[in-house]
C-alpha cells in the first residue's frame, strides 16, 4: 500500500519517497513476471538453472532480481528459501501484496513444493504468476498466469495449501504470521489434562461460538508430560514453528522444539526431544512471545513475589551445556500477586503485549514498546483496564 501525506500540492497528493520506491518494484516484480507468460526455461536456460530441474524458484528469483531487488541472499533452486528468506528479514506474512512470493506446502526446514509470485489482488482472491507449471515434466514447463487463487494462509489452489506469502527487503510487509504448530498459519492450542496427558487442537483459522462451529479441530494426543507446574508456546529457534516450553514442579525449564507437523504420539511427533534450559526456580506464571521485534520469542517469568523479569530469546534452541536459549534476564518490575499472564499482539503492531490477571478478576492489557534495555521508556506502556473477568482464574494468548 502506498502512503499519501496528508497534503497536497497543485492536484497531485505527495507521496512518501520510501513507500513511493516499494510501490514501484512491486510494481516493476509483477510487470516483469507478466512479461514472461508462457516462456520456458529450456532451451536458453534465461532463468539460470539447468534443463530438467523444476525452476519455479528460480524463475520467483529471477523476477525478483530483475525487477531491482537487491536482496537476494539465500534464495536458492528451493522453493522453501522464499519462506526462510522472509523468516530471516522479517517480511513473512499472511496478506497478499503485489511483488510478494507465494509458498506452497511449506514443510519446515527451508523445503515447499512451490512458488509464485502475487501480479494483482482482488476481493478474496489473487492473480499469481509462477514458473515450472502447465502439469508437464520440468523441461517442458512452461510460466503460467492463474487467476482466482484464495488470498489467504491455508488457501488451497492446485491441490496445493498456501503457507506465506513473503515480500522482498525493502519492500514493506504485511500482517506477520504468528509461529504455530503445524505451519498453516493457524494458531493452535495446547492443553495439559490433570493426569498429565498434553493434547493439541488444531486451530481452525475461524472464532465462532461452538453451536455455530469450530474454532479447534479435535486433539491430537501429544503424549504424557507429567505433573506441571508451567507450559508456554513460542517460536525460540527462528523456524517459523512454535516450541513447547514446559517448567516442572521442581523448577526445571525444558524446551521441546516443534516438528511442524500435529499428530497424535502413535502417528509421529509434535515436538522433539527437550533441551533442558537449567532451573528457574519456583515461578508462579511464565509466557512466550517475541517483545523485541527480531522474530524470536522471548520468556517472560513472574516469581512468587510478583517481580517479572524478560529473558530474550537468542535464536537458539540448545541445552544449558551447549549455549544459551535465553540472554541474560531484564527486570520488568513488581506487578504484584497475579493468577496469570500471556503475551499476544493485541494492537496489531508487530510487537508482544503483556494481559495480566489478577485475583479480583480484573484484567490488563500492557501494550509492548519493543524495547528491553531503553533507559528511557519502559518495556511495556501504562496498562488498559479490560475488565473483570469473574470466575476467569486462568488466560492464554
Not at 334 to 358: E, K, M, S
Request: hydrophobic share 40%.
Amino acid at each position: 500500500m502506498v502512503g499519501v501525506l496528508a497534503g497536497f500540492v497543485g492536484a497531485g497528493a505527495l507521496v512518501a519517497p520510501q513507500a513511493a520506491q516499494a510501490a514501484g518494484v512491486r510494481d516493476q516484480i509483477a510487470s516483469v513476471a507478466l512479461s514472461q507468460v508462457g516462456k520456458s526455461n529450456c532451451p536458453g536456460l534465461p532463468y539460470g538453472l539447468s534443463c530438467g530441474i523444476d525452476w519455479c524458484s528460480a524463475f520467483a528469483k529471477w523476477v525478483w532480481g530483475q525487477a531491482g531487488v537487491s536482496d537476494l541472499a539465500g534464495l536458492t533452486a528451493e522453493s522453501g528459501s522464499f519462506y526462510t528468506y522472509g523468516q530471516n528479514r522479517g517480511t513473512l506474512h499472511s496478506t497478499p501484496q503485489v511483488g510478494d512470493a507465494v509458498v506452497f506446502n511449506y514443510h519446515g526446514g527451508g523445503n515447499a513444493d512451490h512458488v509464485g509470485l502475487v501480479v494483482a489482488v482482488g476481493t478474496g482472491t489473487f492473480t499469481m504468476v509462477a514458473g515450472n507449471e502447465g502439469n508437464l515434466p520440468a523441461n517442458q514447463s512452461h510460466v503460467q498466469k492463474d487467476n482466482n487463487v484464495p488470498a489467504h494462509l491455508g488457501g488451497v489452489y492446485g491441490g496445493q495449501t498456501i503457507d506465506a506469502f513473503v515480500s522482498p527487503a525493502g519492500a514493506g510487509g504485511g500482517t506477520p504470521i504468528q509461529p504455530d504448530l503445524n505451519v498453516d498459519g493457524i494458531s493452535d492450542l495446547v492443553s495439559l489434562t490433570s493426569s498429565g496427558d498434553l493434547h493439541a487442537y488444531p486451530g481452525t483459522g475461524q472464532i465462532v461460538d461452538a453451536s455455530a462451529g469450530s474454532t479447534f479441530w479435535a486433539p491430537r494426543s501429544i503424549g504424557h508430560y507429567g505433573s506441571l507446574a508451567n507450559l508456554a508456546l513460542g517460536d525460540l529457534n527462528h523456524d517459523g514453528i512454535a516450541d513447547l516450553i514446559t517448567q516442572h514442579t521442581d523448577g526445571n525449564l525444558y524446551a521441546y522444539p516443534g516438528t511442524g507437523q500435529l499428530v497424535d504420539s502413535t502417528a509421529g511427533l509434535t515436538f522433539w526431544a527437550p533441551r533442558s534450559l537449567g532451573n528457574y526456580g519456583s515461578l508462579a506464571n511464565l509466557a512466550a512471545d517475541d517483545i523485541t521485534q527480531d522474530g524470536i520469542a522471548d520468556l517472560v517469568t513472574q516469581h512468587t513475589d510478583g517481580n517479572l523479569y524478560a529473558y530474550p530469546g537468542t535464536g537458539q534452541l540448545v541445552d544449558g551445556t551447549a549455549g544459551l536459549t535465553f540472554w541474560a534476564p531484564r527486570s520488568l518490575g513488581n506487578y504484584g500477586q497475579l493468577t496469570d499472564l500471556g503475551l499476544g499482539d493485541l494492537d496489531h503492531d508487530g510487537i508482544a503485549d503483556l494481559v495480566t490477571q489478577h485475583a479480583d478478576g480484573n484484567r490488563y492489557a500492557y501494550p509492548g514498546s519493543g524495547d528491553l534495555d531503553s533507559t528511557t521508556r519502559p518495556a511495556f506502556w501504562a496498562p488498559r483496564a479490560l475488565g473483570v473477568w469473574g470466575g476467569h482464574v486462568r488466560l492464554a494468548l
